[in-house]
C-alpha cells in the first residue's frame, strides 16, 4: 500500500484537495427584476406582470400552450391530481423513493397512493407500474428522479388503453429529456418544483404545465380559490379550490433563474456525464445509469454496493468516503414506505375512529397497509444504495478527484 492510497479514515491523505466550487445562484438579473416587481406598487400575480412572465418563459421552454404558477412543488403534483380528475378512493400510482410532495396531493384528495417499484434506474417502469393496476387505478404519478428520465412513453402506453391519466413529476428533472423531448410534456400535467434545492431556486414555487384548455381553467381556478380570475369570472367559486398562487417577487426570481435554465441543466448534465465516464468499470459498485434514450440532468447521482465483492458493508464504506472529504450519503433514507405516516397510517392522528386513517381506510372497508417487501428493488436500493450530491459549480478538477476517491475507497475495500 502506497502513502497516497492510505484511506483517510484511517489517517492517510484526503482524496478530495480543495474545497468544492461554489458561486451565487442569483447573479443574474434576479435583483433587477425584484427591484422591478416591487416598483409595480403591486405583487398580486393578476395585476402584475413577473408571474405571467415567468409562465410564458415556462411554456416557450416546454413547447406547451398553458402553465400555472404555485407555490411549491407539493402543490403542483396536488394540481396535477386534480387536473387527471382524481378523487375519492381512486388508487393512484406512484414510486416510494420519492419526496413526500409526490404523494400528499393524492392522499389529500381522498385517493389512495399506491406504491410501485423502480428498476435499478431508480424510475418506474411499465412493468413495475402494470404488476399494481387494479380496478380502481385511475391514475400515475411518474417521478422523473434525480434528473433521470423515466420511460414515461411506455407507462403512457400501458395507461392510455385503460383510462389511467398519467402525470409527471418533474421537480428533479429540469431540463431532462427521453428521446430528445423535454419531462414534463408528456403527460396530462408536468408538475414542477423550484424549491431552494432543485435545479433552479426562488426559495419555493411550483409550476403545472398542461396541453388542454379545459384542464389549464381547472387548474388555474383550483390554485386560486376559484376566483376564475382569467376567464369569465363566470364559474367565480363554483367550485372548490385551494390558494396556491405565486407572489410577484417569486415570479420576478424564477423568470431570472429561467434564463439560465438550460445553461444550469447542461452543465449539470455534463457533470453528472463526466463523473459517469470516469467510474466506469468500478470494482464493487454498479453506478446509476440513464435509461435508453435518456438524456440526465444528474440532480444527484447514486452507486448501489455489490456486498459480495466487498470486506465492508455500505454504510462503513460511506463513512471512509466521506472521510474523504466527498459528499456522499446513504441512500438509506430515500423511501416515503417505511415513513410513520404509512406505517402508523396517522394521515389525521387528532381525529378518532376511521377518519383518522382516511383515505387509507376507505368508508367502502377497504383498507391500505404499506410494506416495502411489496417494492423488491426499491428495499434492495435503499439497502444497497449511495448518493453523490453535486451542484453546478463543481470544477472539472472537483469530478476528477471525486471520482479518484471514490475508485480509491472502492479499491481498499475490495474481496
Ligand atoms: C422536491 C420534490 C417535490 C416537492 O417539491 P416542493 O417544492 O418541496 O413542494 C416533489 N417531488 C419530488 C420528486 C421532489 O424532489
Known amino acids: 500500500m502506497t502513502a497516497a492510497s492510505r484511506l483517510a479514515i484511517h489517517g492517510g491523505p484526503k482524496a478530495k484537495t480543495t474545497p ?16 422591478d416587481a416591487l416598483e409595480q406598487n403591486t405583487l398580486f400575480y393578476g395585476t402584475g406582470k413577473w408571474v405571467k412572465r415567468a409562465c410564458e418563459m415556462m411554456q416557450e421552454y416546454l413547447g406547451l400552450p398553458y402553465v400555472v404558477a404555485c407555490t411549491s ?26 419526496d413526500s410532495g409526490s404523494a400528499i396531493g393524492i392522499i389529500e384528495e381522498g385517493a389512495v397512493p399506491v406504491f410501485c417499484d423502480c428498476e435499478w434506474s431508480l424510475q418506474p417502469s411499465a412493468r413495475t407500474v402494470a404488476e399494481k393496476i387494479t380496478d380502481r387505478t385511475r ?20 395507461c392510455r388503453p385503460r383510462g389511467i391519466a398519467v402525470i409527471e413529476d418533474c421537480a428533479q428533472s429540469w431540463g431532462t429529456r427521453l428521446h430528445d423531448k423535454r419531462v414534463g410534456t408528456f403527460s396530462a400535467a408536468g408538475c414542477f418544483s423550484i424549491n431552494d434545492f432543485k ?7 411550483g ?31 363554483a367550485h372548490h379550490g385551494m390558494c396556491y398562487r405565486m407572489s410577484e417577487l417569486l415570479g420576478a426570481v424564477a423568470c431570472a ?11 449539470q448534465h455534463d457533470i453528472g ?85 382516511y383515505p387509507f381506510d376507505q368508508p367502502d372497508g377497504r383498507s391500505y397497509h404499506y410494506c416495502v417487501d411489496q417494492t423488491p428493488i426499491h428495499k434492495k436500493a435503499l439497502e444497497t444504495g449511495m448518493m453523490v450530491g453535486m451542484t453546478t459549480f463543481w470544477t472539472d478538477q472537483d469530478i476528477a478527484e471525486t471520482a479518484a476517491g471514490i475508485r480509491k475507497v472502492f479499491q481498499a475495500y475490495a474481496r
Not at 468544492?20 to 427591484?35: D, I, P, S, V
Not at 435545479?199 to 414555487?205: E, M, P, W
Request: proline share 5%; glycine share 12%; aromatic share 10%.
Open 199 to 205: 435545479h433552479i431556486s426562488t426559495g419555493d414555487g
Open 273 to 357: 456525464e463526466s463523473l459517469r465516464q470516469q467510474l466506469s468499470g468500478l470494482g464493487g459498485a454498479r453506478v446509476l445509469q440513464p435509461i435508453a434514450g435518456g438524456y440526465a440532468t444528474y440532480w444527484w447521482t447514486a452507486l448501489f454496493v455489490e456486498p459480495e465483492a466487498l470486506t465492508a458493508g455500505r454504510d462503513e464504506i460511506v463513512k471512509a468516503l466521506q472521510a474523504e472529504g466527498l459528499p456522499l450519503g446513504s441512500y438509506g433514507k430515500y423511501d416515503l414506505i417505511e415513513k410513520p405516516l404509512f406505517q402508523k397510517r396517522h394521515v389525521r392522528s387528532w381525529l378518532s375512529g376511521p377518519r383518522a386513517a
Open 257 to 267: 433563474q429561467l434564463e439560465r435554465v438550460e445553461q444550469i441543466t447542461s452543465r
Open 139 to 158: 391514475a400515475v404519478v411518474v417521478v422523473h428522479l434525480a434528473g433521470h428520465p423515466a420511460p414515461v412513453d411506455e407507462i403512457l402506453e400501458l
Open 207 to 237: 409550476f403545472v404545465a398542461l396541453s388542454d384548455g379545459d384542464l389549464y381553467r381547472r387548474v388555474h381556478n383550483y390554485a386560486d380559490k376559484h376566483y376564475d380570475r382569467f376567464f369569465k369570472t363566470e364559474l367565480l367559486q
Open 20 to 35: 468544492y466550487g461554489t458561486g451565487n445562484r442569483f447573479a443574474g438579473n434576479e435583483l433587477k427584476y425584484l427591484t
Open 73 to 98: 412543488g407539493t402543490a403542483a403534483v396536488h394540481l396535477g391530481v386534480v387536473a387527471a380528475g382524481i378523487g375519492p378512493g381512486d388508487e393512484v400510482i406512484v414510486t416510494p423513493n420519492t
